[in-house]
């Protein structure tokens, strides 16, 4: 007789041997093939996954395969190649495969909910195999909400970078971090919240992480020094002419340009950096079959990957369109940026120079202070208010110019009225240009945020037909040039009087942006290009570029804020802010070309510039008439007749 016994075995111990079993091996490509399923939702291309349109990602989604001895996965891609779905399809792979405790970061709590509801929800109701793993959802069941997801054997949870509670909420196995570029640098005081959810996923052995994005600026992207830790793996396709594996790269896709500056779509190709053969795009889907990713550390268990559009499958976005984008970026700065980041995938470095008081100083032209050179039609005022003191900057405009038409600076505290005196009397002077005629100051915007805000106030306040106005700086960034104005007076009942004085907010940053913008420019052709008199002396162009961009932390997000260094004095530039809000006030900058040139017919001199034809020595003299007396320009009222235009008004400074 047999002593050998069956033994049934509790349903304890049946979870226990389940739990040490091996999980078996199955590739997450193959899982996806057989039971992903794409929503109408949010896919380009829905219905049954397929590997093969995406070749690409079939090597990323064997490091993400629960057999596979690799801890991280980092996908640094252009836009619209898979790199979510890949996300994605982990998730469910988890979830029905290789089940255990997962989180999911999102930049936002909100962008989190919005995944949850557009891209889990949606292809969970076409996906049966992960339907019965889910649980049910029910009002009152915690297991499943729109941020968490119970399923058997594990707890998917849904968090936003900026939320530090969402991040520590628990220990995890895997960890998918998605767009990580958007996240904050410091989220609630408690640190970077990569490193705050990296941690839930310490006490697990055999862990797994994948993170993705699109690239933002070399400084400050995140995914790029993450590419750069892992192997730096780059997709080599063959040429289908000589067989050569090489990157696609956009310095080799070549076209042509017909008469109206539009992309030929059949001349655009790809050349082939061997033999030099034009590769037309019909053979892209052979060539991303047949290709292979090249690590330059391959033994790194970090496996990091980029990859470009150039790769996007046939039928996606098409390098005739990729061409035509290349194209329009190489003028403008914003759209190179967008270019390099969402179409190469590749951090984007901001080569711009740096402005230097010397060489401004170098730029100077042979016209005197105090008078219009010719080009300049309308004249516009900042006036930064000190405690000793009241700094002026004019300048004049034209269409396409800017001009330095005079600096002064007039001593005395703003606390007495002797010094706002001679400011309106400057302010109301004529200015003779060069062909013997006189402009004034169209309007006038004076610094209003220091110790005197009511002695300014108050000058503004009766001179506000003048177009001279209180302006204070916008504590946010991004910001309009001018915004709408405030009033700023009251009555003994403390109500706003309407018709009482107007603080006009200015968006300083914005300003300087465009200012320092101008300031690049190399040429009187180049639109924006700003003209300096060789009388002015070096201090001024210091102050005019004294402000650098900075990097700062605003919130856990990196910003890039105007930074004056210590000691370094900046009132030129804060007048030439004032005097382009000023400009802006007016509205010139919406002006059309026919109302400049009705302006230039009034304004502008019939022959050359007058100016030239006076010895330095009578101009130095004129220079210090108008320095030391503003009296001799005598104030001419305009005329408030009916019928005037806005042309006449605005070269009478009214």
């Known amino acids: 007789m047999s002593l050998l016994r ?24 193959e899982w996806a093939d057989k039971n992903r399923n794409l929503p109408q939702t949010g896919s380009a291309e829905p219905g049954r996954w397929r590997t093969s349109r995406t070749p690409y990602l079939r090597e990323p989604m064997h490091c993400l395969s629960a057999h596979v001895n690799v801890s991280i996965v980092t996908l640094m891609f252009g836009t619209q190649l898979g790199k979510t779905e890949t996300g994605n ?61 119970g399923f058997d054997g594990g707890l998917l949870r849904i968090a936003g970078a900026n939320s530090a509670s969402g991040l520590r909420a628990m220990p995890v196995r895997y960890l998918m971090l998605d767009e990580i570029d958007a996240y904050p640098f ?80 059949s001349s655009v190709a790809m050349v082939c950096p061997v033999c030099g053969a034009l590769i037309p795009e019909y053979h892209k889907t052979e060539m991303l079959e047949r290709g292979k990713w090249v690590h330059q550390f391959p033994k790194r268990k970090h496996k990091s990957f980029h990859l470009s559009t150039l790769y996007s499958p046939v039928g996606w976005e098409s390098w005739s369109e990729i061409a035509a984008t290349y194209e329009k970026s190489k003028s403008n700065d914003e759209l190179k940026k967008t270019f390099t980041n969402t179409i190469l995938g590749l951090p984007y470095e901001e080569k711009k120079k740096l402005l230097e008081a010397d060489i401004l100083m170098k730029r100077a032209e042979s016209y005197p202070l105090g008078k219009c050179p010719v080009g300049a039609l309308v004249l516009t005022a900042g006036v930064d208010v000190q405690d000793n003191r009241l700094e002026i900057l004019v300048i004049g405009h034209n269409e396409r110019e800017r001009w330095i038409v005079d600096r002064l600076i007039l001593d005395g505290s703003p606390a007495h009225n002797e ?20 402009l004034r100051i169209s309007a006038a915007a004076i610094d209003s945020g220091g110790h005197h805000t ?41 109500e706003t009087i309407k018709k009482g004085g107007e603080l006009w907010m200015v ?83 919406r002006w059309r070309r026919s109302q400049w040139k009705q302006l230039e017919k009034l304004v502008q001199p019939p022959t050359g510039d007058l100016f030239e034809q006076s010895s330095n020595e009578d101009r130095e003299k004129s220079r210090v008439e108008a320095v030391e007396s503003v009296a001799p320009r005598k104030r001419r009222r305009s005329s408030n007749r009916k019928g005037k235009t806005f042309t006449e008004s605005i070269l009478n400074g009214r």
């Open 6 to 29: 069956p033994i049934k075995l509790s349903e304890a111990c049946v979870g226990f041997v389940h739990g040490i079993e091996p999980t078996p091996e199955l590739e997450l490509a």
């Open 89 to 149: 399809n982990w998730t469910f792979y988890v979830i029905d495969h290789s089940p255990g405790p997962m989180l999911v970061v999102q930049p936002t709590i909100d962008i989190g909910k919005l995944w949850s509801q557009q891209r889990f929800a949606p292809a969970v109701s076409i996906m049966p195999c992960i339907q019965d793993r889910i649980a049910p959802a029910r009002s009152r069941d915690s297991r499943n909400t729109t941020l968490v997801k």
């Open 186 to 265: 410091d989220v609630e005081g408690e640190g970077d919240p990569i490193e705050l959810a990296e941690r839930r996923r310490k006490t697990f052995a055999r862990s797994k992480q994948l993170e993705t994005s699109t690239p933002t600026e070399v400084a400050t992207s995140r995914i790029n020094r993450r590419f750069e830790d892992g192997s730096r793996g780059e997709y080599h396709v063959p040429c289908p002419h000589c067989g050569d594996f090489h990157m696609l790269e956009i310095e080799n896709l070549k076209y042509e340009l017909d008469d109206d500056e539009q992309i030929v779509e």
């Open 419 to 438: 010094v706002w005196k001679s400011l309106d009397d400057y302010l109301a002077a004529p200015f003779e240009n060069a062909g013997g005629s006189e």
């Open 454 to 494: 009511q002695k300014v106030y108050d000058f503004c306040r009766v001179r506000k037909a003048r177009k001279i106005f209180p302006v204070k700086g916008w504590s946010t960034k991004a910001k309009p040039i001018i915004g709408k104005p405030t009033k700023v007076d009251i009555d003994v009942r403390g």
């Open 507 to 589: 968006g300083t940053d914005t300003a300087k942006d465009q200012i320092y913008n101008w300031l690049e420019l190399t040429s009187p052709e180049q639109e924006g290009y700003i003209h300096f008199s060789d009388e002015l002396p070096k201090e001024f162009y210091k102050q005019l570029v004294s402000e650098k961009k900075a990097p700062r932390y605003t919130k856990g997000f990196l910003t890039y804020d105007w930074m004056l260094p210590k000691g370094a004095r900046n009132e030129m530039l804060d007048c030439s802010v004032y005097a382009i809000a000023a400009f802006w006030r007016l509205g010139l900058n």
